[in-house]
């Protein structure tokens, strides 16, 4: 009898959990979507890669749709005008963060930026970012950073195409674009250069590689359980494996945080984001926490978006040499073949500018923005969005929108000739760094490391496809992810084009 009876709670919590679900339906008018099934929603009708799925359904249903992960209704919308409803009209009613079970065990349940609801807590970090450690100020004075891992990226590559090995072979862009990601962003935020000239990692820098990987493999493994609250008991979190992962990840941070507050007890504190932090803690009142997740946010929203946005931006660039070679010639006219570009010539290279737009309009490194959850009930597009909700925007959907944007899937930066249009947050077209009160607060960094890294690509090689394969052959799918990766990494064939003694580095000391 006690086996039965205990038999009947799995049984129970599922009719319970189906019957919630349809008398949501029932009490609000929810947008349209797929028909979900019992306890599991519609997790077995998503494609890996879901926003272009999601773009699919919003065909058939309309630009605001339902989707059941499990359980919990997630709202998806696909056009402009829905995405200023979102993100301007009701912004402060869906400004919290939904924060899985492995993004609350990382984020000490938001005590950090990304993961944090809206609240004291989000505002006062958000000043933080934007007046402090995102100013002009601080960004000018990290610029010799940023243009040293790019001469750094420029001289790695000439080293390697004109190698008589490898003349006539293909190099593998990704693996320069990400030396470039991994050592600016650490370099911004610790101070910490992990890799020597001769490409070797030092003992922290292998720790700290270790412990991002670590950290990716966590996030993953909790998949559907996430969705299914009844299945957790079968799916536990493993509350041992974070607690090792968050205790290795601070030690390595405490152990850097205090190499800083010596070198500031010396006098050689820099501008560096964990100096600023350290410096900053007392007058904002930042938790160990706080600082913590601040420095690990910057390095997983920076480390690996910068690098996918520069290579989908290479892989138009060789599908279309038309595009490839008028932006070469902008760069010839303004600066020559005697110096290199510095990122005070952004403004005398407007077309340069506008392929880093046109490359994240149609390739954003984040294609479906991190769920914005309903702290209260609120009306999208003439449909109820039931408090606990989460709203997703496809931005990716959103960019490729025909009714705003003419021959969408065409790779042509002269459109923002034509008309300016901002992408930091205040066109609701053009939305790589989200908008509102969760946008990015890095977006200036972020178009500006894409910028110098498109410029010094373009102005110091000619990009070409491997042998043997046509421009219009390059693989332009993603693999499915938070992130956009390219399926298969580009390969591509690059030709210097300027003096050999415009490719040498001269470190900066910063």
Known sequence: MALFSFSLIPISIIIFIFGYNIFQRLRFKLPPGPRPWPVVGNLYDIKPVRFRCFAEWAQAYGPIISVWFGSTLNVIVSNTELAKEVLKEHDQQLADRHRSRSAAKFSRDGKDLIWADYGPHYVKVRKVCTVELFSPKRLESLRPIREDEVTAMVQSLFKDCTNPDNLGK???????????AFNNITRLAFGKRFVNSEGVMDEQGVEFKAIVSNGLKLGASLAMAEHIPWLRWMFPLEEEAFAKHNARRDKLTRAIMEEHTQARKLGGAKQHFVDALLTLQDQYDLSEDTIIGLLWDMITAGMDTTAISVEWAMAELIKNPRVQQKAQEELDRVLGFERVMTESDFSSLPYLQCVTKEALRLHPPTPLMLPHRANANVKIGGYDIPKGSNVHVNVWAVARDPAVWKNPQEFRPERFLEEDVDMKGHDFRLLPFGAGRRVCPGAQ?????VASMLGHLLHHF?????????PQEIDMSENPGLVTYMRTPLQALATP????ELYKRVPADI
Do not use: C, E, F
């Open 170 to 180: 293909s190099l593998l862009v990704k693996k320069y674009l990400g030396a470039v």
């Open 445 to 449: 960094l972020g178009i500006n490391l």
């Open 462 to 470: 000619t990009w070409s496809p491997p042998q043997g394969i046509k």
């Open 497 to 500: 084009r300027l003096p050999s």
